[in-house]
């Protein structure tokens, strides 16, 4: 049997801050070959990413997980109690950056998926997608093995995506879906001028000020049926300006919008663009607009997947686990468009932060979930 916790540990002495590899795709590779994973390398862009497949390619019933080995920079180490990188057990707990997000999913699911194929060889395939970029722009991580997946004919029915999805106890939620994401750069362009004679100026800061004020105000919607309101926030707003007796000629903010199926991004930037005119028809101030939009929202609607991950959880821990959709956005964005995708994994609320870490009894628990739901699903 494949010991999910030593994987996790193993996997948390890598390195792997975005975009190094830090030797966890190595590591995966080896031992996935070993189960007897035909393993594929799919770099990208200066990033690693790896797939691989258990069983036919191209097979009716393909069970899928993704996940992600990179993890955020670890910040003061002499903050930190345990080396961030040393997969340190104390007690209960496995410390370390990327312990909670998301090197312990990777490792439960890898587990699961090897000790399943090696005891129950199922009729069809399984297939486990792990990338290097999803901390960061996540522009050649999980993207670039779907491109790749595309041109190669490689396939998977459904797809878990092992993140961090439980609250407070392990499997109280699973997440269903994710809000969408987009950032607003908005810069407002006036007419320098001394501060003792404002009527000769063209002041950004106050037009600025106006819309943003506007903006925060004004609710985007009410939520809809799988998804609470949709929410901006200010993010910065700067004007660059030394002197305190000088109007400057351009002021600058940034929203960033987290927003349900109501919306898509052009729509947003759309909504923005109006709400500037209007200030500038007021004030006199033009504004431009820059944009990016990181995600759109999704919801795999409940049917089938859900009740195959609720079940399985629901029978391990004695929780039914909440569906949801909210939090920030994932992978799961991307693999929306390849096929249904549900993500469920460990408790969250110590990830990214000093002295990561993650219950050792909870690893061992969430590889037995995952193998519940494989035995389900090929069942």
């Not at 919801?299 to 079940?311: E, F, K």
Request: charged share 20%; with cysteine; aromatic share 6%.
């Amino acid at each position: 049997m494949t010991d999910p916790v030593q994987l996790t540990a193993d996997l948390v002495r890598c390195p792997s801050v975005t975009p190094n590899e830090g030797g966890a795709l190595v590591l995966m590779e080896r031992v996935l070959s070993e189960a007897g994973f035909t393993c594929t390398r799919v770099d990208r862009g200066g990033i690693s990413n790896l797939y691989a497949r258990w069983g036919r390619k191209g097979a009716n019933r393909t069970f899928g997980f993704n996940g992600h080995v990179d993890v955020v920079p670890m910040g003061d180490p002499g903050a930190w109690s345990q080396d961030p990188f040393g997969g340190v057990i104390e007690g209960d707990w496995l410390y370390g950056r990327g312990a909670t997000d998301m090197k312990s999913g990777v490792a439960a699911f890898a587990a699961a998926a090897m000790d399943f194929v090696q005891a129950t060889p199922p009729d069809g395939a399984v297939v486990l997608t792990l990338t290097g970029d999803e901390e960061a722009n996540a522009d050649h991580g999980t993207t670039a093995i779907l491109d790749w997946m595309r041109d190669a004919g490689e396939m998977m029915s459904v797809c878990l995506v092992g993140e961090p999805t439980s609250v407070e106890e392990m499997g109280d939620m699973m997440k269903i879906g994710r809000r969408g994401s987009v950032t607003i750069g908005i810069t407002a362009h006036g007419v320098q001028g001394h501060a003792a004679y404002p009527h000769r100026a063209k002041n950004p800061v106050t037009a600025l000020a106006r819309l943003i004020a506007r903006l925060d105000a004004t609710p985007l919607d009410q939520g809809t049926d799988h998804f609470d309101p949709s929410t901006l926030a200010v993010v910065t707003f700067d004007t660059g300006n030394p002197a305190s007796n000088v109007i400057p000629a351009e002021a600058r903010a940034t929203v960033n919008i987290r927003f349900n199926d109501g919306w898509d991004g052009p729509r947003l930037v759309d909504h923005l663009t109006r709400a500037a005119a209007q200030v500038e028809g007021e004030t006199g101030v033009a504004f431009t607009l820059t944009h990016k939009v990181n995600g759109d929202s999704f919801v795999t609607p409940p049917g089938d997947l859900t009740a195959l991950v609720g079940g399985a959880v629901q029978a391990v821990t004695g929780r039914e686990p909440s569906p949801s959709t909210s939090g920030g956005t994932s992978d799961a964005r991307f693999v929306k468009d390849h096929c249904p995708v549900v993500e469920f994994g460990l408790v969250g609320h110590r990830m990214h932060g000093v002295d990561e870490r993650v219950r050792v009894s909870d690893i061992v628990t969430l590889k037995t979930i995952y193998t519940r739901i494989l035995t389900d699903y090929f069942a």
